[in-house]
């Protein structure tokens, strides 16, 4: 299995005209930025297909392919904690933008990250995080675990909402 990111939508369920808006709005900012959305697909269908989830989509560098060949720190280099993550929040800032389009339709949505090597969803550790939060805490992620995926991306599934929790 090569590396994946899938974004599952979870509430509200939108209507097939807010999810076509939607979907429009990301496949542009898609395009802009040297990346690709596919909606609804059945890549991988045992273990992430419409019985399992409802309104998704993949995430991509291409629309030849739906591997995610975009996760990974190489490029990046590991020249201390302060520049790897600068450099890393520079070269993932796009999950921000694409966090604000989605938040304009749902509550709440998961990411599935996984650089391969998963059968089942219970393969996926959970996370909790917030929009403004991700990108820390999926940096925090790799940093905590360099041992394990040598900076590379865990297998994780963020639970994302649009704020903490916590009032």
Do not use: H, W
């Amino acid at each position: 299995m090569s590396a994946i990111c899938l974004i599952v939508l979870k509430e509200p369920n939108l209507e097939f005209d807010e999810f076509n808006e939607l979907s429009k709005k990301l496949v542009r900012f898609a395009v802009d930025n040297n990346l690709a959305v596919f909606f609804q697909n059945s890549y991988f269908p045992d273990l992430f297909s419409k019985d399992n989830f409802n309104q998704f989509f993949f995430m991509s560098d291409s629309f030849l392919y739906q591997n995610c060949d975009f996760l990974t720190t190489e490029g990046i280099g590991y020249k201390g904690v302060d520049i790897f993550r600068k450099e890393f929040m520079n070269k993932f800032g796009f999950f921000n933008t694409i966090f604000s389009i989605v938040f304009n339709y749902v509550k709440s949505f998961d990411v599935y990250i996984t650089e391969g090597g998963v059968s089942t969803l219970e393969d996926f550790d959970i996370m909790q995080t917030t929009e403004s939060d991700f990108l820390q805490d999926l940096f925090k992620c790799i940093l905590d675990r360099s041992d394990e995926y040598a900076y590379g991306f865990p297998t994780i599934k963020f639970e994302v909402s649009r704020y903490s929790d916590k009032s």
